[in-house]
């Protein structure tokens, strides 16, 4: 696949890394041409202006700050349409440095916010609970990732490249669950930043499927 990865962190670099082991053409950008081209160089992808990234893209994904997100779609051109009828990845966490609570409005999801700001395009919440070097690290066990979008299509395609990097995808629902997704993350910061490991403050519950 063609996706376009808008943002050139470390999370970017990991997923832009992984999926070019899995054979798919990546393209990243970012506001930083400069950082842009350090993590194509570090990927294998290839780094183009914001505007191009989109283009022809099958798949995009969302990895910067919170506080950047709207910015860095409008660079894009998200507002007017770029993305629409495009799986949009949101892996972003509007949560408190080191406390772990959400910043968005109560009841209100960061991956509803971004589906605001671009319009028709199909988002998927996922990829936002595991550090960036689990995605580099293709010898390591599957892990589960939990994901939730209104498109079934966008979530197969993202289903897909969650395979592809040695994830499990669970879908959970629509987006309307995003608010939980990203409450669980809160949950896990928060932990970690008081120096307990999450996994041990969650039940190990057979599944009712006995998978």
């Given amino acids: 696949m063609r996706i376009g990865i808008l943002g050139t962190g470390t999370l970017a670099t990991a997923l832009a890394t992984g999926w070019t082991r899995a054979g ?5 950008g970012g506001r930083s041409p400069e950082r842009a081209e350090v993590a194509a160089k570090a990927s294998g992808a290839h780094a183009r202006p914001l505007p191009e990234v989109a283009a022809d893209a099958d798949v995009v994904l969302l990895s910067v700050r919170w506080e950047g997100v709207a910015d860095i779609l409008a660079a894009a051109g998200a507002p007017g349409g770029s993305l629409a009828g495009k799986p949009l990845i949101d892996p972003t966490n509007a949560v408190e440095h080191g406390v772990g609570v959400l910043r968005t409005e109560a009841g209100r999801a960061a991956a509803q916010h971004v ?3 671009a319009p028709g395009a199909h988002v998927v919440k996922a990829l936002h609970l595991f550090p960036s070097t689990r995605w580099t690290a293709p010898e390591s066990p599957p892990v589960t990732v939990a994901m939730c979008g209104d498109d079934r299509r966008a979530l197969e395609t993202v ?3 969650v395979r592809d ?4 995808p669970a879908v959970v629902g629509g987006l309307d669950r995003a608010r939980q997704l990203e409450e669980v993350a809160g949950f896990v910061i928060a932990l970690a930043f008081a120096g307990v490991d999450p996994q041990s403050a969650i039940p190990a519950v057979p599944s009712p499927r006995g998978e």
């Fill in 159 to 161: 289903g897909s490249l």
């Fill in 24 to 28: 798919h053409d990546i393209t990243i």
């Fill in 165 to 168: 990097i040695g994830g499990v």
């Fill in 115 to 117: 589906a605001e700001l």
